[in-house]
Structure formats: C-alpha cells, structure tokens
C-alpha cells in the first residue's frame, strides 16, 4: 500500500537555526514528489515538485531533495514567518495524490 | 489568474442535516479532487474527476456521501445525513491533467456538526 510518513510531527527552532524535515515514502510508481506549506485556517499552498533522486529544489530559506526512499525539506536560517504545517505529498502511477500527516514547525524569535 | 474557489468558507449545522460544497477549478484544469482534513493530519482523498468522470472514489463514503462535477467544470460535493464525525476541512483541488502535476487548493469549507 503506498504511505508517506513524516518526521518530526512537530519541531521548534529559534530564529536562524537551521534544521531539515523528512518524508519517507513508499509508493507504486512515483510520478512526483510534492511539499505544501499549510498556514492554519488555510488551504496547502504549492512550494516545490520532484520528479527523480537527486533533484533538489530551492526558493528563499527552503530546499529539498529526494532519494529513492525520502525527501528532505531543508530550512536555513528560519524566520519567525516560517512557521506553518509542512506537507509532503506523492502521486502514484494511478494519478493519485497520498498525504502525508504533515510537521508543524514554529520558529521563535 | 484565479485560484480554485470554495464555497462557503464555514458551515455550522445540525446531525442529521444534508450539507453541500461548492467548488470552482481553476480555468482549464481537468483534474478536480475533494479531500477531507482532520485537525492536525494530512489531507485524505475522497474523490478524483478526470474532466465529468469519477476515476478515484474508493474513500467516499457512499452510504452518505456524493459528488458531481457536471460538464467537466464546477463540481459539488454533498453529505446527507450528516453526522457528528464528518466535523472537519473539506478541502478542494485541482491540477492541470492527470499525471506528475501539482495540485492547486482552494482555502476549504470547514464543518461543524452539532
């Protein structure tokens, strides 16, 4: 059965101190990898797609990679407006988008 | 460009009660999914539409639960009757086409049963 499963369920860091969240997964046929960002009373928003191992992906503090068995989102130097519920999702090659439980990372100034 | 719409935001309403989602895609984009979200979890699939056809709906609870997406566009999600564990985020998403592409989220109805 494909599960994606994530690590830590909830982190908090002090402003600038960097720190890595994990997304195993175990999938028939991976057709993407993808990490939302979830602010709360709001829908996911779309931050980053991986399609194969060894792709890494970066926007501002964020980047994440991918092996054949998990994803890293990693978050340098974090600023308090980082604080969200990160998601990672996998489509299988049924077309189907599988959740993970989400990180709930807060950063405090 | 707009992004996927839901409507309405919040919903309060009594078990037992039939309740509706709205939802609009965005332009163009042929997938249309509904998932359901419990506080502090990941979003869970409840239905797939390829353009008008259900391809996914093994999670929808049928004996209450429903969907349409007529013509292909807009798409209306219904539980009737409504029971108290059905409380959560009823969240809406679209992507382009089927296959390794993101998908899009509206904001979510949130719903109360009481």
């Given amino acids: ?109 | 460009e707009a992004g996927v719409v839901q409507s309405p935001r919040y919903k309060i309403i009594e078990k037992k009660q039939p309740v509706a989602f709205w939802c609009n895609p965005i332009s163009g984009h042929n997938t249309l999914y509904w998932y359901l979200q419990n506080l502090g979890q990941g979003p869970e699939l409840l239905i797939r539409y390829e353009n008008e056809e259900a391809v996914d709906d093994s999670q929808l609870p049928k004996d209450r639960f429903s969907a349409e997406r007529l013509k292909g566009v807009d798409s209306t999600l219904k539980i009737q009757p409504a029971e108290l564990g059905d409380s959560a985020v009823y969240l809406c998403a679209s992507s382009p086409h089927r296959g390794n592409t993101e998908a899009f989220f509206g904001q979510g109805t949130r719903l109360t049963v009481v």
């Fill in chain 1, 1 to 109: 059965e494909d599960q994606v499963t994530q690590s830590p369920e909830a982190l908090r860091l002090q402003e600038g101190e960097s720190s890595s969240l994990n997304c195993s997964y175990t999938v028939s046929g991976l057709r993407g990898l993808f990490w939302y960002r979830q602010d709360p009373g709001k829908g996911p928003e779309f931050l980053f797609t991986l399609y194969s191992a060894g792709e890494e992906k970066e926007k501002e503090r964020l980047k994440a990679t991918l092996t054949k068995k998990e994803s890293f989102l990693h978050i340098t130097a974090p600023k308090p407006e980082d604080s969200a519920t990160y998601l990672c999702a996998v489509n299988n090659q049924g077309g189907k988008l599988i959740f993970g439980q989400g990180t709930e990372l807060s950063v405090k100034p």
